[in-house]
């Protein structure tokens, strides 16, 4: 064969190769964070899910997830017809599923919502724990997807299961503490989740950071994702003497987040939800 037939050859090779690549499916939950730090999970399937019935009113939900499941406890409201209007609800550090179903997440089906409460990694079912926050940088530095953005990806799994499922209709988020930090982060990401409630939470603020350091810390606080909710709702409930994240810092959020959005303070001492923000929640949620 002639040299020039070769290199004919090795082009419609190169050709055909490339046209190969361009001509196949998007690889599904496709992880990336660019370069402001903003965290994507495109062309997500409706994950498989396997459930068992807990109670009349509830089941018990392991959902297909990365690189682990997502464990959840799906509650229906005991009054009201299908579809329901549902909340991801995120409990906090040290919290589980079970522990938040006597509190936020019983006042929210008691209201007329049904709720899919996460266990958050490490906690509970869940055996895939959350790195520190350097041990994560180090991770997602070395090209290796981060661990808190796998959280946010179990709540993106969340929403897709119910989203997939018709006895369900509006799809919020809410969350206490770090559990609400990831859900704006989420709510950011997925233009189809209703709205979000964060109780106790705040984001992060550092100084003299790296563009890698600034592109990570970015991608996991809600400060940088808050603007991009607009114009879905923001509801913040904190307490002024909270012990744990300082009432300055849910402030903030509230000031980075766009419209419509409310902020209801309250004097309870300590941190979380607590049943007294009952009534607020319920004015929340009234034209929700």
Same mark, same amino acid.
């Given at each position: 064969?002639?040299?020039?037939?070769?290199?004919?050859?090795?082009?419609?090779?190169?050709?055909?190769? /490339?046209?190969?690549?361009?001509?196949?499916?998007? =690889?599904? #939950?496709?992880?990336?964070?660019?370069?402001?730090?903003?965290?994507?999970?495109?062309?997500?399937?409706?994950?498989?899910?396997?459930?068992?019935?807990?109670?009349?009113?509830?089941?018990?939900?392991? $959902?297909? +997830?990365?690189?682990?499941?997502?464990?959840?406890? @799906?509650?229906?409201?005991?009054?009201?017809?299908?579809?329901?209007? =549902?909340?991801?609800?995120?409990?906090?550090?040290?919290?589980?599923?079970?522990? *938040?179903?006597?509190?936020? +997440?019983? &006042?929210?089906?008691?209201? #007329?919502? %049904?709720?899919?409460?996460?266990? $958050?990694?490490?906690?509970?079912?869940?055996?895939?724990? $959350?790195?520190?926050?350097?041990?994560?940088?180090?991770?997602?530095?070395?090209?290796? !997807?981060?661990?808190?953005?796998?959280?946010?990806?179990?709540?993106?799994?969340?929403?897709?299961?119910?989203?997939?499922?018709?006895?369900?209709?509006?799809? +919020?988020?809410?969350?206490?503490?770090?559990?609400?930090?990831?859900?704006?982060?989420?709510?950011?990401?997925?233009?189809?989740?209703?709205?979000?409630? #964060?109780?106790?939470?705040?984001?992060?603020?550092?100084?003299?950071?790296? %563009?890698? !350091?600034?592109?990570? @810390?970015? +991608?996991?606080?809600?400060?940088?994702?808050?603007?991009?909710?607009?114009?879905?709702? =923001? /509801?913040?409930?904190?307490?002024?003497?909270?012990?744990?994240?300082?009432?300055? &810092?849910?402030?903030?959020?509230?000031?980075?987040?766009?419209?419509?959005?409310?902020?209801?303070?309250?004097?309870?001492? #300590?941190?979380?939800?607590?049943?007294? *923000?009952?009534?607020?929640? %319920?004015?929340?949620?009234?034209?929700?």
């Amino acid at each position: 064969m002639k040299r020039a037939d070769l290199v004919l050859l090795g082009v419609i090779v190169i050709a055909v190769a /490339v046209g190969a690549v361009l001509l196949q499916p998007p =690889v599904r #939950g496709t992880y990336q964070v660019d370069a402001t730090g903003l965290l994507s999970y495109q062309h997500r399937p409706t994950p498989n899910a396997t459930e068992t019935p807990a109670s009349a009113t509830s089941s018990h939900l392991v $959902i297909d +997830s990365r690189p682990s499941p997502a464990f959840g406890l @799906l509650t229906l409201p005991e009054e009201g017809e299908p579809p329901y209007p =549902v909340f991801i609800v995120l409990p906090g550090a040290g919290v589980t599923k079970e522990g *938040e179903q006597h509190g936020l +997440s019983a &006042d929210l089906n008691s209201l #007329g919502f %049904a709720t899919l409460t996460l266990d $958050i990694r490490g906690q509970g079912e869940s055996t895939s724990p $959350i790195l520190d926050f350097q041990s994560d940088f180090e991770q997602f530095s070395s090209g290796q !997807e981060a661990t808190h953005h796998q959280q946010v990806y179990d709540i993106l799994r969340a929403y897709d299961f119910l989203q997939a499922d018709d006895q369900f209709s509006t799809i +919020s988020v809410a969350g206490e503490s770090a559990g609400a930090r990831y859900g704006i982060i989420a709510a950011a990401i997925e233009p189809g989740i209703h709205g979000v409630i #964060g109780i106790s939470t705040g984001g992060y603020t550092a100084a003299n950071l790296s %563009a890698k !350091e600034l592109q990570y @810390l970015n +991608s996991i606080n809600p400060l940088f994702y808050a603007p991009l909710v607009s114009p879905r709702p =923001v /509801v913040l409930l904190h307490s002024t003497n909270d012990s744990i994240v300082p009432y300055e &810092d849910a402030q903030a959020l509230f000031a980075a987040a766009g419209e419509p959005k409310q902020f209801f303070p309250f004097d309870k001492p #300590g941190h979380g939800y607590d049943p007294l *923000e009952k009534e607020m929640l %319920a004015t929340v949620l009234a034209d929700w």
